[in-house]
């Protein structure tokens, strides 16, 4: 999974990981992706995505407080892997190489 | 609200019973639900929430479990179809015992309306019993009740659309198969369409063990 290019959405939860930090779980990922992204979401495919690509070793999870608010249950907090960061790396790149050359996008910035 | 407060709103309670049997078994997904709700989201974005949730999970296990998923509507409709093969003789003794009616007589009268009120009870009762039956024997995936319920959805309005385009002509068919198409049928204003797979959701509902809380791998 970690050699092949992400997809739009992929791309963009990664994304708002990164922005959101060390307080990136459900709620804040989906509100980044939100108001700075403009895609609003559901959770469940937020999650749904989040462990495909966990299991694809791009971003690692691990338990975080559980609140009242809650329901006693805890967040569980993302991150991205270095191979996460590889694969925005290079999805990013396959999309510049695109980009270039195209005279209707000239002065589009990639 | 700040985090960590007590919560101060009742969480729908009929998405939320939805989301602990048929959705992910993923705690922290229920908590980030909750929390955006008791933040001040409304009771649609509660049930769209859930929905999508459900739907996504009976998506995911049919397509990691299609022969799970085949087994389930068949034991399904395997236990429905085995309740209706006593159904005639069960309807015929309810409505005779209760009302004195005799399908002999109702030839000749026209008078049905007692078996059919009992022929729906059993119908019902069948539907119910079947989707106990689903949940019971597919606790590893709950969400086998939907793709069954979903089954029964399709059996119906299939059927319905073939008599709306057969209409005015007579349709034979077996009398088991009468007990688990007859609500789909005008006299029952095809209510069944939708009724009968709301039962089996709701059967499926309490008849599915609650979830075991699932710990995340913590990597």
Known sequence: MSERLLTDFELMLLLAVLRVGEDAYGVTIARELEETGGRTTTLAAIYLALERMREGGLVRSRLGEKTPRRGGRAKKMWSVTGAGLRAIKRTRNAFVALWKGIPELKGARA | ?????????????????????????????????????????????????????????????????????????????????????????????????????????????????????????????????????????????PAMVLVYAASVIAVLLGFAIWMETTAGRPVPMPHTLFFALSVALPYHWRSGVLLAPALIVAVGMLATPPREHHVPKAL
Request: charged share 15%; hydrophobic share 50%.
């Open chain 2, 1 to 141: 609200m700040r985090n960590g407060e007590t919560p101060s709103r009742k969480l729908p309670f009929v998405a939320t019973v939805l989301l602990m049997r048929f959705g992910p078994q993923d705690d922290s997904l229920l908590g980030d639900i909750a929390e955006e709700y008791q933040a001040g989201r409304s009771g649609t974005w509660y049930w769209r929430q859930t929905l999508t949730a459900v739907a996504l999970t009976a998506a995911g296990d049919l397509k990691a479990h299609p022969l799970r998923a085949l087994s389930s509507v068949l034991i399904g409709w395997g236990s429905l179809l085995s309740c209706f093969a006593l159904g005639d003789v069960t309807a015929n003794s309810i409505a005779g015992l209760i009302w004195g009616w005799s399908r002999q007589a109702a030839y000749a009268t026209g008078w049905w309306w007692p078996f059919q009120v009992t022929a729906a009870f059993i119908s019902y009762a069948g539907f119910a019993l079947s989707a106990a039956i689903v949940a019971r024997s597919s606790r590893r995936s």
